[in-house]
């Protein structure tokens, strides 16, 4: 028997609606290269949604047509979000940062009719219009006058196409599941695979992000979207905020430390979200300029493990938490969050600290758990670890246009491996391809890795599994030395021993200058193996003599 | 196109056995009468309900079988709400506090199979055993040995019903719309009107009252259910808590301010919910007593007007925050919430109190408006008030077994006269069916009633609407005096005067000794309008004679 409530889809244009009617004074600032902050507020946005929702119209784009953007975060860009998705198409981020190749896979795949892009990606725009055939129409995101300066001159913008629209749109009562927004993961192996995510899990990702043991984001709060809008969403925060009523900032392209803070001072921001990376440079920044945030008082941090020194600068010199988050494009992505129980208020400071390293505990809604390699569960037990694997409304069942890689199952898995202990706290111990396989066994190589980043003087390092007659593979740290530093092999080597078991013991250790970073600030380890894969361990030798 | 995100269904069993995962020890209490509180965790909780959902299964009961309690708020009734919904059934909450007749009407209308019932109720249940045919067996909420001492030798018992069912069960994947909870509404005209939750309904009302502009559900908080179970779910708090992971705390039968005081403090509770009178009580209770409560930091007032003395005793002497909610047995029920924006920080102490004392702005996710006697939509200027009307996927589409009352626009009238102010507080100024209509034009017995009490000598009064052969209708104050008063009607309509609009004088006031309440505490103008509906005003003479 069904229950009688009303049928209500889940959808963004309630978002949007809903801001605007309770929140319309609410601001949304956008931090331009060039002009003064943009600011607008509830109403405005859906003025402006519903502009673009009438010139999308005009130009004949339909219910699941893909709608892309090139785009840094700005209030354009969330009408775009907001003007295409609300009509039933499709919005489509594209990854500006992405290798060309990839950008034109990626929007061939998508089948984009529609590319709204900055200006600083003019030149992007000028190489991939001749290989991207479906692309009916290349907007800049700008005014007629911008063009000159930007050279843009050939291209129609976006406010003459705003210019004279309607600001009222009636926006169609779509089925929850209809299809919103594209993202596609710059997997480090094979194409980029595309996460098509739907209105449904949008706004479930909202209530869930939201919670009060999640981001607790509130209409108290002053939220800066620091991940980029076209990196999963920007974490779902365009749609979780305004939700709230939270007043949004957005850095437009600059997120060095010193643009950061000024930003937050003068905007009055509580919280914001960002990877490792991004936080290391706001930090360093206070510390040099011997400054304070004054409002900052939480951070949401993911996309690589948080570093133990960055979660004690933030929390213990400047008194901003940090939400130690773990998610994917394919979850939404906020799916885990590294939060203390009440328990473990009488636990040393220490205690809580690698506690808080780990990615954390199941929000409500999704549900986790760790496999072998025979897909057997594995116990929660904070040692045993195997691929993690997720299920829930806001995770992805497949991937665009590759029904294949929908499971019969109906888990998802991260390609992750990590451990869960007694009491749900997951903790990544690699990824899937990273892990190191030596005599049958798993080595984790991001273990290895935090451990040689331990060290004073090594400034970052990367572990990676290289070829071994006899145990398959065996570990070798590739590192950076701090400035100055003097360190060798034997030294650092010897830093590891009583730490790890025996048998983890890394083959060799490689100084270089630079570790190799993909598009989202990721240490690439393809290209890692590419280059040392092949490097002739020590070891070897011992193993043939010995 | 539809998105490619999975389709996992919104359960109460994913609630169920999210608790059970990710707070297995978290604790859950309940008062008893004669015996030491009862301690159980959501480990348990998922142990026992998967008990009930085999028992259930054994006796035959299917999905879409209404299974009843008759129960005060404790552990066996949560048991019961899990195990009945999880496997599909419906968890009908029977309110003992009606009359007879109305529980025999009830129970009838949904056909319930099964009957489970604390033993305070065995007479009751032995009243209504020969007029409920549909119900094949009564089951006591207790032990086989409590059954002597009660006087319920004749039944069997819960335990013994339990006793050897295995702990495991695994839910059924069900349709998120199947139907979950079934509350009567006692109208206080014709018969009681059954709303029947859905899981999809449970689960997202769950999200959004936890919501951190709601109440904020938190890990960290313990929970007491006060408002009682068979009332609107116990305002749908015994899904979010579980689902949050905070502790739980129930007060079996006993609420009075002495009892919840010691409940409160014995066992840290930070949140509960509750209807004025109880908070009255409470409130006395503390006063008389000269005891502070030391853990409590909020309480969800809602039921009917918080009295502005209540708001301030609470808030301001004892550090409790207050949070104002307005919603019905058809809207699961939290709809609006009063809390204040950003920009009212700046505003005086009375300002903040006023706005505070209104029902409050829409939760994300409904939707509300007023609506004049043509159904044309009001405006939100705080002035207009006219027919409250709401939306949103945890709001009645229609009674159960009323095919009828489905509306065809999609919205729910609630029967509640409202305003709707500039930042979208509303405020509720009447039952539709309360207001006086004079002369084409409409006096909302709740303002007049509201200054009535605000008169120091008067301890409770009610404005009805009494025949006027000129005007239609016009206003009586029925009131009672504080003890001792000599207060004269004269009195008390000269203390109107300046506060009201000319012609929404009261046309007459008598003082009685006490006035009729319902079930759930609130006053019963039905009864009151019987009494004293055909009172003679003395303004019917003038208006023959003038
Ligand atoms: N807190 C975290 N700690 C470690 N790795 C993370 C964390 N958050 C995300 N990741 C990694 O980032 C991947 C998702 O990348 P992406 O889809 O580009 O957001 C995950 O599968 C993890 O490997």
Redesign the interface.
Known sequence: ????????P?LLS??LT?AA??FP?VEIISRTLDRPDHVTNYAGLLRRSSQVANALTALGVK??DRVATLAWNGYRHLELYYGISCIGA?CHTVNPRLFVEQIVYIINHAEDRIVFFDLSFVDLVKTLMPKCPSVEKWIYLGEAADAKTAGAGDFPSYEELLTGRSDLYAWPLL?E????GLCYTSGTTGNPKG???????AV?HS??A????AC?????DTVAFISPMFHAMSWGMPYCAP???S?LVMPGQKVDGESLHRLFEEHGVTFANGVPTVWLGYVQYLQSAGVRPTTLNRVLIGGTACPSSLMEALQDDYGVEVLHVWGMTET?PVATIS?A???HKTQSKSERRDRQLKQG??V??V?IGIRDGDNNELPHDGKAFGDLVI??????????KMPESERAD?W?FTGDVATIDEE?YMQITDRSKDVIKSGGEWISSIELENLAMAHPEISEAAVIGVKHPKWDERPLVVAVRRKGSKLTPAELLAFYDGKIAKWWMPDDVLFVDELPHGATGKLLKTKLRELYGDHVLPTIEHAKTG
């Open positions: 028997m069904l229950g009688l409530m009303m049928q209500t889940l309630s978002i809903h009617r309770s004074d219910q699941g499709v089925d599941n209809t299809a919103c996460v098509l995510y739907a209105h449904r899990s479930l209530f869930a939201a919670l009060p043991d607790r984001i509130s209409l108290n939700a709230m009523g007043k939404s939060k129980l009440p328990k505990r199941a409500f809604g549900e299920r829930g409304p806001w995770i992805a069942r497949s991937y665009y109906g998802f749900g």
